[in-house]
């Protein structure tokens, strides 16, 4: 199984700041990569796939990078509306996701 | 628009059997590349991948818990089930199941609602 780990586990920043979250993959899952973002109460929402693209209607402040076993997440400019958890997932042999990583307001 | 929604019990016994239905629509589990996935989320805890099946029949299990789950389709009602035999307090979650489809994004872009099921004596 591959597993997915995620760091930091929560983060804490201002309105306005660049946040950057990282996913490792116990073995390389070449770009099949993918970020959700999950509110309270709330089911997932898909935000990048293939590392990089992102969905219909993802604001462009997001952003996804990496490679093989080390990706990122970066959200530009952080938005009253990101506070959130989000997920990384990988899709190269079957599907696993990290433990999270809590966004919150500091 | 694509919509799905989960339903059955929100409680049941250790050792009893959960059977989960989620119910969609604005696709067709006949189309090629499309999927159905059981994704589960322990309150508080990450989320889980459990099943997935595809248009064409092809299941994909869990390894960890391929023993337990059997997923089918019934195109002509557009639902999809779940069952989980064996259940146990660990397997407490809210059950969600997804869309996917791999010729385009591969993402699992829609979800139902999600259902918390309790398990419990």
């Known amino acids: 199984d591959i597993q997915m780990t995620q760091s930091p586990s929560t983060l804490s920043a201002y309105v306005g700041d660049r946040v950057t979250i990282s996913c490792r993959a116990s073995?390389?899952?070449?770009?099949?990569l993918a970020w959700y973002q999950q509110k309270p109460g709330k089911a997932p929402k898909a935000l990048i796939y293939?590392?990089?693209i992102l969905e219909e209607g993802v604001p462009s402040r997001f952003s996804g990078s990496g490679s093989g076993t080390e990706f990122t997440l970066t959200i530009s400019g952080l938005q009253p509306d990101d506070f959130a958890t989000y997920y990384c997932?990988?899709?190269?042999?079957?599907?696993?996701f990290g433990q999270g990583t809590k966004v919150e307001i500091k | 628009q694509i919509t799905l929604k989960e339903s059955g019990p929100t409680v049941v016994k250790p050792t009893q059997t959960l059977t989960l239905t989620c119910t969609f629509s604005g696709f067709s589990l006949s189309t090629p590349g499309v999927g159905v996935a059981w994704i589960r989320q322990p309150p508080g805890k990450a989320l889980e991948w459990l099943a997935l099946i595809y248009w064409d029949d092809d299941k994909r299990y869990s390894p960890s818990l391929k023993s337990r789950l059997t997923i089918t389709k019934d195109t002509s009602k557009d639902q999809v089930v779940l069952t989980m035999t064996n259940m146990n307090p660990a397997d407490t979650s809210t059950y969600y199941c997804?869309?996917?489809?791999?010729?385009?994004?591969?993402?699992?872009?829609?979800w139902g609602q999600g259902i918390l099921v309790t398990v419990s004596s």
């Open positions: 073995q390389s899952v070449f770009t099949w």
């Open positions: 997804a869309h996917r489809n791999k010729m385009t994004t591969a993402l699992f872009d829609s």
């Open positions: 293939k590392t990089s």
């Open positions: 997932q990988q899709y190269s042999s079957f599907w696993t």
